[in-house]
């Protein structure tokens, strides 16, 4: 049966509650494992890179278990990897949290900054606007996902790249949502994926997407 | 868009059992908190919240591998509460599963947990649940609420309103504000006490106690309450998830 999955390794880094991640993404047809070893995260066909919490603290974590190296090198493999929550949020080039700066993975341009709306945690379930060629939210472009977070990115890293004159060959295809101000719900950027909100908490529609996303897996 | 308005469900358990009779038909375990959660998750709860009322250690244990059970089968957000009392009681939580972890007593008696928690697991993790009710004779604070420990059994003497206020100051991601009056009425939610905690917090807020109709949860949602939490109208089958997201739908709020 395991040859016609494919393998999906989650991120194992000390990230809080990844039960329901690892048992969502098995639903959505995927082997899985739990784990940091580098040559497991390099041999999977997906890796999945969870995050609660602080952005300073992820990233502390992350680094520690050298898994800014393990992303880089799937990625230079064109191998898919997935953020989800402050794992979207640390692909991102710096977090800014109690005025204080961290360096991200700098995968896209753009910094997680506060957000800025009347009731903070946003905290429940919005819907999202993705792009006309979306993967990710294919059938699912019209539910509610649930998003549970104080910071997010307002820009969009495609506009900031052609600011900066860089021709993308893939360039980042951003899905928004709303919380007082509009923010990045989900980046899609060929290899990479990412989301702001726990698909793995988000009901059918979070299974849908998961399975959209283990669908682009080849085993 | 808003965020839609959370509807959710909550159980007692103790000692990895739901305590206090569910009558739901066709589940083949009515005891069982995680058939159970898995029910209000295929109808359409947007959370699921167990509250432990295990009064032993053991019963503790048994909690925790009924969360693991739980997170590994619904695929909403779970959040426990109950006897939480330090860091190492959140974590044990949160690695067994839980999305979010309720403090009560504690927090009162130690706020500064709140921040020892929350600096550690971040804001999201923890919801500060306040027990609160109108001050009896003799008892006066300025917003006229008063916190209350042991399920409401004890008076503090302290402003529910401020509490509620410093809490969120201090960190906490969401209150859970639980009307001791109403709990058990079915005559409604607080509506007055919610709308004075809502205006003094600007974390989300969670209504709790008193639901009887459909139209109870409407007027709690007008005060501008994030999430409406029952146990008993739901338990019972008095209420469905649905019906009460009709209503609210119908009030114009935006439901999932």
């Given at each position: 049966m395991s040859e016609s999955r494919p393998t999906v390794v989650v991120l194992d880094?000390?990230?809080?509650?990844?039960h329901s991640a690892v048992r969502a993404l098995e639903r959505a047809g995927a082997d899985v494992t739990l784990t940091a070893d580098p040559a497991l995260v390099a041999s999977a066909d997906g890796l999945v890179v969870p995050g609660v919490g602080a952005f300073a603290a992820v990233m502390e974590q992350l680094l520690a278990v050298g898994g800014d190296r393990m992303v880089e090198r799937r990625l230079a493999g064109g191998r898919p990897v997935l953020g989800i929550c402050v794992g979207l949020q640390v692909l991102f080039a710096a977090g800014v949290e109690h005025g204080s700066r961290t360096v991200g993975l700098?995968?896209?341009?753009g910094v997680v900054e506060p957000l800025e709306a009347e009731?903070?945690?946003?905290m429940g379930w919005s819907g999202v606007q993705p792009p006309a060629d979306t993967v990710l939210f294919?059938?699912?472009?019209d539910e509610l996902f649930y998003f549970v977070h104080s910071y997010g990115v307002a820009t969009d890293p495609a506009d900031l790249l052609a600011e900066a004159g860089t021709t993308a060959l893939t360039p980042p295809r951003v899905t928004w949502s709303e919380h007082g101000s509009r923010f990045v719900a989900a980046v899609e950027n060929g290899p990479l994926s990412a989301t702001q909100f726990h698909p793995e908490k988000s009901g059918d529609a979070g299974a849908r997407l998961l399975r959209n996303w283990v669908g682009t897996l080849r085993p | 868009m808003p965020v839609a308005l959370r509807v959710v469900p909550c159980l007692d358990v103790d000692a990895g059992r739901v305590v206090k009779g569910v009558r739901f038909?066709?589940?083949?375990?009515?005891?069982d908190p995680v058939e159970l959660a898995r029910r209000y998750d295929a109808e359409g709860a947007d959370e699921i919240t167990f509250l432990d009322v295990s009064a032993s250690t053991s019963g503790r244990a048994t909690t925790l591998e009924t969360v693991t059970a739980a997170a590994e089968q619904i695929f909403v957000p779970l959040t426990v509460g109950g006897g939480v009392r330090s860091v190492s009681d959140v974590e044990a939580l949160l690695r067994a599963g839980a999305d979010k972890v309720g403090v009560n007593t504690a927090a009162i008696a130690r706020p500064e947990l709140i921040g020892d928690i929350t600096r550690r697991f971040?804001?999201?993790?923890l919801v500060v649940s306040v027990d609160a009710r109108r001050c009896p004779p003799g008892v006066e604070t300025p917003s006229g609420f008063e916190v209350t420990t042991h399920g409401g059994r004890?008076?503090?003497?302290?402003?529910a309103v401020t509490w509620a206020s410093e809490a969120a100051d201090r960190g906490a991601g969401e209150v859970l504000l639980n009307s001791i009056d109403a709990d058990?009425?079915?005559?409604?939610?607080d509506i007055e006490m919610l709308t004075a905690v809502r205006a003094a917090v600007d974390v989300p807020l969670v209504a709790s106690g008193?639901?009887?109709?459909t139209q109870d949860f409407v007027a709690a949602a007008a005060t501008g309450a994030d999430a409406v939490l029952a146990a008993s109208v739901f338990h019972f089958g008095t209420l469905t998830i649905a019906g009460v997201k009709d209503a609210l739908r119908g009030a114009g709020h935006v439901v999932r």
């Amino acid at each position: 049966m395991s040859e016609s999955r494919p393998t999906v390794v989650v991120l194992d880094y000390g990230s809080g509650n990844t039960h329901s991640a690892v048992r969502a993404l098995e639903r959505a047809g995927a082997d899985v494992t739990l784990t940091a070893d580098p040559a497991l995260v390099a041999s999977a066909d997906g890796l999945v890179v969870p995050g609660v919490g602080a952005f300073a603290a992820v990233m502390e974590q992350l680094l520690a278990v050298g898994g800014d190296r393990m992303v880089e090198r799937r990625l230079a493999g064109g191998r898919p990897v997935l953020g989800i929550c402050v794992g979207l949020q640390v692909l991102f080039a710096a977090g800014v949290e109690h005025g204080s700066r961290t360096v991200g993975l700098d995968q896209w341009p753009g910094v997680v900054e506060p957000l800025e709306a009347e009731i903070v945690p946003h905290m429940g379930w919005s819907g999202v606007q993705p792009p006309a060629d979306t993967v990710l939210f294919r059938g699912v472009e019209d539910e509610l996902f649930y998003f549970v977070h104080s910071y997010g990115v307002a820009t969009d890293p495609a506009d900031l790249l052609a600011e900066a004159g860089t021709t993308a060959l893939t360039p980042p295809r951003v899905t928004w949502s709303e919380h007082g101000s509009r923010f990045v719900a989900a980046v899609e950027n060929g290899p990479l994926s990412a989301t702001q909100f726990h698909p793995e908490k988000s009901g059918d529609a979070g299974a849908r997407l998961l399975r959209n996303w283990v669908g682009t897996l080849r085993p | 868009m808003p965020v839609a308005l959370r509807v959710v469900p909550c159980l007692d358990v103790d000692a990895g059992r739901v305590v206090k009779g569910v009558r739901f038909e066709g589940l083949r375990d009515a005891g069982d908190p995680v058939e159970l959660a898995r029910r209000y998750d295929a109808e359409g709860a947007d959370e699921i919240t167990f509250l432990d009322v295990s009064a032993s250690t053991s019963g503790r244990a048994t909690t925790l591998e009924t969360v693991t059970a739980a997170a590994e089968q619904i695929f909403v957000p779970l959040t426990v509460g109950g006897g939480v009392r330090s860091v190492s009681d959140v974590e044990a939580l949160l690695r067994a599963g839980a999305d979010k972890v309720g403090v009560n007593t504690a927090a009162i008696a130690r706020p500064e947990l709140i921040g020892d928690i929350t600096r550690r697991f971040g804001n999201q993790v923890l919801v500060v649940s306040v027990d609160a009710r109108r001050c009896p004779p003799g008892v006066e604070t300025p917003s006229g609420f008063e916190v209350t420990t042991h399920g409401g059994r004890r008076g503090t003497g302290i402003d529910a309103v401020t509490w509620a206020s410093e809490a969120a100051d201090r960190g906490a991601g969401e209150v859970l504000l639980n009307s001791i009056d109403a709990d058990g009425t079915k005559d409604g939610f607080d509506i007055e006490m919610l709308t004075a905690v809502r205006a003094a917090v600007d974390v989300p807020l969670v209504a709790s106690g008193g639901a009887g109709t459909t139209q109870d949860f409407v007027a709690a949602a007008a005060t501008g309450a994030d999430a409406v939490l029952a146990a008993s109208v739901f338990h019972f089958g008095t209420l469905t998830i649905a019906g009460v997201k009709d209503a609210l739908r119908g009030a114009g709020h935006v439901v999932r």
